[in-house]
């Protein structure tokens, strides 16, 4: 029995293979080079989500009649999986990164997107009143007003995203690019390797819990940061 858990199976790899794998796939810098290059496409795709879901959740939770007008599109192409638009990515962008950064773009988009515009749209009308009295301007009212109020929202939002943006990632990557972690799954199952593709499994799941882990604690420095305000 120990020796089939630290050898394993023709199915099943064991112990021992995992850990001779991780060695071999560690020493010639293969899991941190693909792992760096996940976590870089991770980031370009989260951030260019970052910047048009913010920006646009609050200019449609702040107009009503634009809402109107948008939400239909936005509800139609919410529950369309990313991965279904793979096929268009790779061929509007090629082959490369950029089809994988526009699949993680997508998938990141629409829950911040949604946040944002409901953390907008709830935004209590007595503080614009206060806002006019003081005579706050549309850059002060949404620095001083605006911002403060969806943060906490937009905060819960990222990781929700984040946490998509990985898991689309992995996906993206056995499709469009020839590196990263979800390569290194399809690669070492083309060759059979199965206690290789236990370790991208095992570091893709390792990412994706520090990944949470440091979201998770940027919600409590916010939490940590509001009381103090309201102290």
Do not use: C
């Not at 449609?60 to 268009?88: C, D, E, T, Y």
């Not at 953390?119 to 706050?136: C, E, G, K, T």
């Not at 998770?216 to 939490?223: C, I, Q, V, Y």
């Amino acid at each position: 029995m120990w020796w089939t858990l630290w050898e394993g199976t023709p199915h099943i790899p064991g112990i021992g293979p995992v850990m001779r794998a991780f060695w071999e796939l560690a020493a010639d810098g293969t899991l941190i080079r693909y792992g760096v290059a996940s976590l870089y496409r991770v980031t370009v795709g989260f951030y260019l989500a970052i910047l048009v879901g913010v920006p646009l959740g609050i200019f449609l939770g702040r107009v009503p009649r634009a809402h109107r007008l948008a939400n239909p599109v936005i509800q139609f192409l919410r529950p369309v999986s990313p991965l279904a638009w793979v096929p268009f990515a790779m061929l509007w962008l090629g082959i490369g990164d950029r089809p994988a950064l526009f699949i993680i773009f997508v998938g990141s988009l629409f829950p911040l997107l949604m946040a944002t515009i409901k953390a907008s749209a709830s935004i209590h009308p007595m503080y614009f009143q206060v806002a006019a009295n003081l005579r706050l301007g549309p850059v002060e009212r949404l620095r001083f007003l605006i911002l403060p109020a969806v943060l906490p929202q937009i905060i819960l939002a990222l990781r929700v995203s984040l946490g998509i943006a990985w898991l689309v990632v992995v996906a993206a990557e056995m499709i469009a690019v020839k590196s990263g972690l979800g390569y290194l799954v399809i690669d070492a199952r083309n060759s059979l390797r199965l206690d290789r593709v236990v370790v991208a499994i095992l570091t893709i799941g390792g990412i994706g819990l520090a990944l949470d882990s440091l979201m998770t604690r940027l919600e409590r420095l916010d939490s940590v940061r509001w009381r103090l305000e309201q102290a």
